[in-house]
């Protein structure tokens, strides 16, 4: 293999419902492509077997465009890297398997990615984030999706430790059920920000999980929700209509607090206070409205993602592969996906 200074990486996620492939040569995005899956909206959540079915019939689909809108022949691209894991095992089967076929077919190296590490390291893409530039060593990343709610302390591009992350429910999860109790179709957080922009975030108070460390815990604050929904409506069947904003923007607003609180924490317990932050989440205008607020109050360097680059996508698969590539970390044809995520990430 020829090792090159400005290689061209392609990057193929597929660890949930999205099948997405980019090409980038160096941090450059030459081309970023998303195939969603709208199926899942009528089931309120991902259903695995479909999201690996629609999987093997998109993929190849989002590869030969990404390589169209690249303006590159396939011959060109030098590695493949991929989502090995965390996320639905089906899924992630289908992009190794389509990937070692890539490889083999064009004779180049394979690249494995840690979903987890890919959202974090989305800020070292070229226009990856609103800041204009690439955050130092070491930076607090709050990694917050559908899959996960982590603090992870980033010493080096390849060097992640998880501090503190959810015990139960993740967030984006949290967001989708509710979303869900409101009739409101899959991705649910879309719907609560939209509604909650017309709603008063004073209005209902909800009860903050007490957790200790820099651990998360959603499930028993969703309970208080359903529940707290369910009282109101016996009393009143038009509670939801009639308070529909309101409920959205005060569960927003206990939502983003529990983020906040647990980010102080970190930054007093690390002595770090650069933060990134990534993952679906974090396109939540109101979540980084807050945090621009409370880094300016508390003097920490924020960064946030570009919204092309908060869900996932493939450029943060290409850009993690890029990083690997350079520290000639390739894979062999046995690797095999993995569905949990791991609390050290190298
Ligand atoms: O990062 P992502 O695309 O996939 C995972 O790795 O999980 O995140 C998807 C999650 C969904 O749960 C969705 O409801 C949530 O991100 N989300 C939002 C917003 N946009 C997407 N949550 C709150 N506000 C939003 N604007
Ligand atoms: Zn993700």
Known sequence: MKYKKDPIIIGIESSCDDSAVSIIRSRKILSNVIIGQNIHKKY?????ELAARLHDKNLLKAIDKSIKLANIKKYQIDAVSFTIGPGLIGSL??????????AIGLNIPIITVDHIQAHTLIHFIENGNINNSYPNFPFLSLVISGGHTLIIKVDDYLHMKVLGSTLDNPIGEVFDKIARKFGFSYPGG????????YGNFKK???PKPLVKGLNFSFSGLKSYIFRFIDEKLIKDPNFLKKNLFDLCASIQNIIID???EKIHKAVIKTKINRITLSG????????KKVFLFQAKKNNWNLFIPNNLYTNDNGA???????IKYHKKQFNSLNVTPYSKFKYFIN
């Open 280 to 287: 679906g989440v974090s396109s939540n205008e109101r979540v």
């Open 316 to 322: 943060m698969i290409a850009i993690t592969g890029m």
């Open 93 to 102: 089967l289908i992009g190794c398997s389509l990937a070692k076929s890539l």
């Open 258 to 260: 529990i983020l906040i």
């Open 204 to 206: 209902f108070k909800f």
């Open 44 to 48: 309120g959540g991902i259903v695995p």
């Open 190 to 197: 879309v719907f609560i920000e939209k509604y909650s922009k």
